[in-house]
């Protein structure tokens, strides 16, 4: 590929421009009971890499690779469904039911205990969600209970009799998922919701007042209730709540990649938007706290195709459902959204990309088979990896691109993290220029002396390039030779359609 004259961008990085701690919890992801997720996915017992409780264990050392921190689970559209003591108990007692949500047979077999567990294996906090669609208070009291009381009443004493003698210990909790969508089982309307939440987030407190507790934000920024939604039902449950959700997908639409690689213009709006949202609210109750915001639901999928798959006729057991098989520019808007929730790490301090294993996901497996990594694992296990300490904001001054939905769009977007520790600081940049590397010159020196660490770009002559079982690798970080730090300025030159970590420490 022959490419188009380098442009240039700038920016100054400063251990003052302090935005907020990097919040560990921005790395967290999302099982769902929907299609390979969770059978054949995390879970798949008679596998030759299977445990003893049936769990992958090559899946779970690529979870571990990853880099996740929490994982938000049953749903999703599922838990509008969800009767959680389905899943407890003695395999062979659990009933079979259907989904109403995916159209799918549920068998049971894998359920709250054994989430538990598996992600005491991963290292990973659980993060629940309740059931506000067709179920309400009791039921999420009932649950909560079961959880984290360590014992002395039916409930705490059944999951004790059930193998897990110390209590599960769930902090964080979702009341509810995507009410405002007409396609969830028991939609509502924001006062109806906002009313239940509030109702149920008081109980639970009553149970446990440390409790994190998060309200359902809209759906999408295109729903046609968007802001009011978010407006009326904090109006009911500020006091109760601590965080609102905000979910995203993003994906390449008629061709246009440019608008395409410019997604994350649409998920910064969508967050001041939330926030302006949540501040109004806080200043008319007069409200000491803040709300904000787990963005836990976030991917690259390419929704136009769901209603291909989807099944018609029959109920099966966790069919293939929503695989998309991720290339290189779907991973580099991956890290560009990824950077978005860096730069917003003061009031973004949860998020969960949906999902982790086959659906929409950065890890895929065969059944009785391979598990391998997709192109989007990689910008996501870097920036788990190396963003510690402080994101550091960075204004550059870019070239910049017309887009037809968001207009001029910068050719750079980039973020840093600083460790005051270590005195690592790491610079995650995106190059979105189609055709031409970005030359980018970093002013260093309020770092002191500083040398290059490691430099990596996620690049490629195909844009459009995938990792498949058979050539696992093919788009993966390389070394990116152009970075060097000379006289207080990093210089390095970012190629098209790339993904870019910059490692700096104390020389």
Same mark, same amino acid.
Request: aromatic letters at 8%.
């Given at each position: 590929?022959?490419?188009?004259?380098?442009?240039?961008?700038?920016?100054?990085?400063?251990?003052?421009?302090?935005?907020?701690?990097?919040?560990?919890?921005?790395?967290?992801?999302?099982?769902?009971?929907?299609?390979?997720?969770? %059978?054949?996915?995390?879970?798949?017992?008679?596998?030759?890499?299977?445990?003893?409780?049936?769990?992958?264990?090559?899946?779970?050392?690529?979870?571990?690779?990853?880099?996740?921190?929490?994982?938000?689970?049953?749903?999703?559209?599922?838990?509008?469904? %969800?009767?959680?003591?389905?899943?407890?108990?003695?395999?062979? @007692?659990?009933?079979?039911?259907?989904?109403?949500?995916?159209?799918?047979?549920?068998?049971?077999?894998?359920?709250?205990?054994?989430?538990?567990?598996?992600?005491?294996?991963?290292?990973?906090?659980?993060?629940?969600?309740?059931?506000?669609?067709?179920?309400?208070?009791?039921?999420?009291?009932?649950?909560?209970? %079961?959880?984290?009381?360590?014992?002395?009443?039916?409930?705490?004493?059944?999951?004790?009799?059930?193998?897990?003698?110390?209590?599960?210990?769930?902090?964080?909790?979702?009341?509810?998922?995507?009410?405002?969508?007409?396609?969830?089982?028991?939609?509502?309307?924001?006062?109806?919701?906002?009313?239940?939440?509030?109702?149920?987030?008081?109980?639970?407190?009553?149970?446990?007042?440390?409790?994190?507790?998060?309200?359902? $934000?809209?759906?999408?920024?295109?729903?046609?209730?968007?802001?009011?939604?978010?407006?009326?039902?904090?109006?009911?449950?500020? @006091? *109760?709540?601590?965080?609102?959700?905000?979910?995203?997908?993003?994906?390449?639409?008629?061709?246009?990649?440019?608008?395409?690689?410019?997604?994350?213009?649409?998920?910064?709006?969508?967050?001041?938007?939330?926030?302006?949202?949540?501040?109004?609210?806080?200043?008319?109750?007069?409200?000491?706290?803040?709300?904000?915001?787990?963005?836990?639901?976030?991917?690259?999928?390419?929704?136009?195709?769901?209603?291909?798959?989807?099944?018609?006729?029959?109920?099966?057991?966790?069919?293939?459902?929503?695989?998309?098989?991720?290339?290189?520019?779907?991973? *580099?808007?991956?890290?560009?959204?990824?950077?978005?929730?860096?730069?917003?790490?003061?009031?973004?301090?949860?998020?969960?990309?949906?999902?982790?294993?086959? *659906?929409?996901?950065?890890?895929?497996?065969?059944?009785?088979?391979?598990?391998?990594?997709?192109?989007?694992?990689?910008?996501?296990?870097?920036?788990?990896? %190396?963003?510690?300490?402080?994101?550091?904001? *960075?204004?550059?001054?870019?070239?910049?691109?017309?887009?037809?939905? =968001?207009?001029?769009?910068?050719?750079?977007?980039?973020?840093?993290?600083?460790?005051?520790?270590?005195?690592?600081?790491?610079?995650?940049?995106?190059?979105?220029?189609? @055709?031409?590397?970005?030359?980018?010159?970093?002013?260093?020196?309020?770092? $002191?002396?500083?040398?290059?660490?490691?430099?990596?770009?996620?690049?490629?002559?195909?844009? =459009?390039?995938?990792?498949?079982?058979?050539?696992?690798?093919?788009?993966?970080?390389?070394?990116?030779?152009?970075?060097?730090?000379?006289?207080?300025?990093?210089?390095?030159?970012?190629?098209?359609?790339?993904?870019?970590?910059?490692?700096?420490?104390?020389?």
């Amino acid at each position: 590929m022959t490419h188009a004259t380098p442009r240039t961008a700038r920016f100054t990085l400063d251990p003052a421009f302090r935005v907020a701690p990097v919040s560990r919890r921005t790395f967290g992801s999302f099982v769902e009971h929907l299609g390979r997720c969770v %059978y054949t996915g995390i879970f798949e017992p008679g596998h030759p890499a299977a445990d003893a409780d049936g769990l992958r264990t090559d899946v779970l050392e690529l979870i571990r690779e990853l880099g996740v921190s929490t994982v938000r689970y049953p749903g999703g559209n599922f838990v509008s469904g %969800y009767r959680w003591e389905d899943g407890v108990g003695p395999v062979q @007692d659990r009933p079979t039911r259907l989904d109403l949500a995916w159209h799918s047979t549920e068998p049971n077999t894998f359920g709250l205990d054994e989430f538990i567990r598996w992600t005491g294996k991963a290292g990973l906090e659980p993060m629940m969600a309740v059931n506000l669609g067709t179920r309400g208070v009791q039921e999420a009291l009932d649950l909560l209970e %079961y959880c984290n009381i360590p014992g002395g009443t039916r409930l705490s004493d059944q999951r004790v009799a059930n193998g897990a003698k110390q209590p599960h210990g769930v902090r964080m909790w979702c009341l509810g998922n995507e009410m405002d969508g007409q396609w969830q089982i028991g939609h509502k309307n924001a006062d109806e919701y906002g009313r239940l939440a509030a109702e149920t987030g008081r109980a639970m407190r009553m149970i446990d007042a440390n409790l994190e507790l998060v309200a359902c $934000g809209s759906s999408g920024s295109n729903m046609p209730t968007f802001g009011q939604w978010e407006a009326t039902v904090l109006d009911h449950a500020y @006091d *109760v709540v601590d965080y609102v959700s905000c979910h995203a997908y993003y994906e390449e639409k008629d061709g246009d990649l440019g608008g395409f690689l410019a997604s994350a213009v649409n998920m910064e709006n969508f967050i001041a938007d939330v926030v302006s949202t949540a501040d109004h609210v806080r200043a008319k109750k007069r409200a000491k706290k803040r709300i904000n915001i787990s963005f836990d639901e976030w991917n690259v999928w390419y929704m136009s195709r769901l209603q291909d798959e989807f099944p018609k006729d029959e109920w099966p057991v966790a069919p293939r459902l929503l695989e998309d098989h991720y290339h290189l520019a779907d991973a *580099v808007v991956v890290g560009s959204l990824l950077i978005t929730l860096l730069r917003n790490s003061d009031r973004v301090t949860s998020a969960s990309l949906a999902q982790l294993v086959n *659906v929409i996901a950065p890890i895929m497996t065969e059944a009785g088979g391979r598990a391998w990594r997709q192109t989007t694992f990689h910008p996501f296990a870097q920036a788990s990896r %190396y963003a510690i300490g402080d994101v550091l904001r *960075v204004e550059p001054v870019s070239p910049t691109y017309e887009t037809a939905e =968001y207009g001029d769009v910068d050719l750079l977007q980039a973020v840093a993290t600083h460790d005051e520790q270590t005195g690592a600081t790491t610079v995650f940049a995106v190059n979105r220029s189609q @055709d031409a590397p970005l030359s980018l010159e970093v002013d260093t020196r309020a770092f $002191g002396s500083v040398r290059l660490a490691e430099a990596t770009t996620l690049a490629g002559d195909d844009a =459009y390039a995938r990792n498949t079982a058979e050539d696992p690798d093919r788009v993966t970080p390389q070394p990116n030779a152009s970075a060097a730090v000379d006289g207080g300025t990093l210089r390095v030159s970012l190629p098209p359609v790339s993904w870019n970590v910059i490692r700096l420490v104390r020389s």
